[in-house]
């Protein structure tokens, strides 16, 4: 399998509250737990992001703010997030299910992963599907850590 874009995704319909299950954390999100991220799709252009976590060990809730662009010249999934300004990174958009319950987020260089779902769980069956699937697209699975929600 090739890891490349979901080339068509309606922004509206993916818009909304994810649940962050399982992911090969960046280094900024390394000791997070029970992430969320809320999408605003901003004038059809953009995101605005809204992520809650807790750091490892940590009771209190933190929130981060960052922007997500599309490219009217790429795929649909082929975005960059924006944390800081003036940088971004690739987030590619690599599997979405049909009714929008459930997304993978990778990168370019298989660096990243994030399974998200709608709901803070998801059927065991499908979450070892999803990751066989990522394995096969050249991601590094045995370095996927739970979001560990409840």
Same mark, same amino acid.
Request: charged letters at 30%.
């Given at each position: 399998?090739?890891?490349?874009?979901?080339?068509?995704?309606?922004?509206?319909?993916?818009?909304?509250?994810?649940?962050?299950?399982?992911?090969?954390p960046t280094l900024?999100?390394?000791?997070?737990?029970?992430?969320?991220?809320?999408?605003?799709?901003?004038?059809?252009?953009?995101?605005?992001?809204?992520?809650? %976590?807790?750091?490892? &060990?940590? +009771?209190? *809730? !933190?929130?981060?703010?960052?922007?997500?662009?599309?490219? @009217?010249?790429? $795929?649909?999934?082929?975005?960059?997030?924006?944390?800081?300004?003036?940088f971004k990174i690739?987030?590619?958009?690599?599997?979405?299910?049909?009714?929008?319950? %459930?997304?993978?987020? &990778?990168? +370019?260089? *298989? !660096?990243?992963?994030?399974?998200?779902?709608?709901?803070? @769980?998801?059927? $065991?069956?499908?979450?070892?599907?999803?990751?066989?699937?990522?394995?096969?697209?050249?991601?590094?699975?045995?370095?996927?850590?739970?979001?560990?929600?409840?």
């Open positions: 399998m090739e890891n490349q874009a979901v080339k068509v995704i309606d922004y509206s319909a993916f818009a909304g509250k994810w649940y962050s299950l399982y992911s090969i900024m999100d390394k000791n997070w737990k029970q992430t969320t991220e809320t999408y605003t799709l901003i004038d059809d252009e953009h995101f605005d992001v809204y992520t809650t %976590y807790h750091k490892e &060990g940590k +009771p209190e *809730e !933190k929130s981060i703010t960052s922007k997500l662009f599309f490219d @009217k010249e790429k $795929p649909d999934g082929e975005m960059k997030a924006q944390f800081f300004w003036p690739g987030y590619w958009v690599i599997e979405l299910a049909d009714d929008y319950s %459930y997304v993978v987020v &990778g990168h +370019p260089d *298989e !660096k990243y992963l994030f399974i998200m779902a709608r709901e803070p @769980k998801m059927d $065991p069956t499908l979450l070892k599907d999803i990751i066989e699937r990522c394995r096969q697209m050249g991601y590094d699975t045995g370095s996927l850590v739970s979001q560990e929600h409840d």
